[in-house]
């Protein structure tokens, strides 16, 4: 009885193993970055959910610079995995080392990074209203770029500023994109992070080459 209550555990661990290394097509990614802010639901949950996606979106960015087969790739994402590159920390590391982003979106990332994990490790209860939330999301520089405006409560500043570095590692989800996505031959990476000329018609453009198609 034992030996099979053990068997029953590992094949559990297993299939509990696989749900954490399921992932999001890009469209429903897409979906849940551009619509969660304003959808009913508890700040903490939609915190670490899209938190989640932005994480994902930062893997695939990293790995358009590797040479390794789709096996290959996700093990370096999966805790388990032998050097692997699993905490998002490193990931921000490892994007800014291979040019992927520069300070600026390091910066804004890192702080991302700060709050989702507050959200999900704290025994607190914690809201978008937090003090030290709006405190932390007032340092977010992206959104107020992004929006025209610096009058924005701490959800929005969080939501678009996912939104905008999502909108940046979405270029490889366009067609015909095959290079390593580089920050340095970014024509939206510059407009926007860097000198936010004409940056609203920018992300127009991208969210319209990013929406699912009939014919892709």
């Known amino acids: 009885m034992a030996s099979r209550s053990r068997g029953k555990r590992s094949r559990a661990n297993i299939d509990l193993q696989n749900l954490i290394r399921q ?21 903490r949950s939609q915190a670490i959910v899209v938190g989640a996606v932005l994480e994902q979106a930062l ?13 290959e ?26 040019g992927v982003i520069e ?16 959200f999900a490790h704290t025994k607190a209860d ?11 999301c007032a ?10 405006s610096s009058h924005l409560d701490a959800k929005l500043r969080f ?5 905008v570095i999502y909108l940046y590692f979405a270029h490889i989800d366009l067609p015909g994109f095959n290079p390593p996505l580089r920050c340095s031959t970014s024509e939206f990476y510059k407009s926007v992070f860097l000198h936010h000329d004409a940056t ?8 319209e080459a990013s929406e699912p198609s009939q014919d892709r």
């Open 23 to 43: 992932k999001l097509d890009s469209s429903a990614s897409f979906t849940i970055v551009r619509t969660w802010s304003s959808r009913p639901g508890d700040d």
């Open 59 to 71: 893997e695939r960015a990293i790995a358009t610079h590797f040479v390794l087969n789709d096996n």
């Open 73 to 98: 790739i996700e093990s370096l994402f999966i805790d388990q995995a032998e050097g692997n590159i699993s905490n998002f920390a490193v990931k921000i590391k490892l994007a800014y080392a291979l």
């Open 103 to 118: 300070t600026i979106v390091r910066k804004e990332l890192t702080l991302i990074k700060n709050i989702r994990n507050v």
């Open 126 to 136: 914690i809201s978008f209203a937090t003090p030290a939330i709006i405190k932390a």
């Open 139 to 148: 340092e977010l520089t992206l959104s107020p770029d992004l929006l025209g």
């Open 159 to 163: 939501a678009k500023s996912v939104e």
């Open 200 to 207: 609203a018609r920018l992300v127009k453009t991208l969210k």
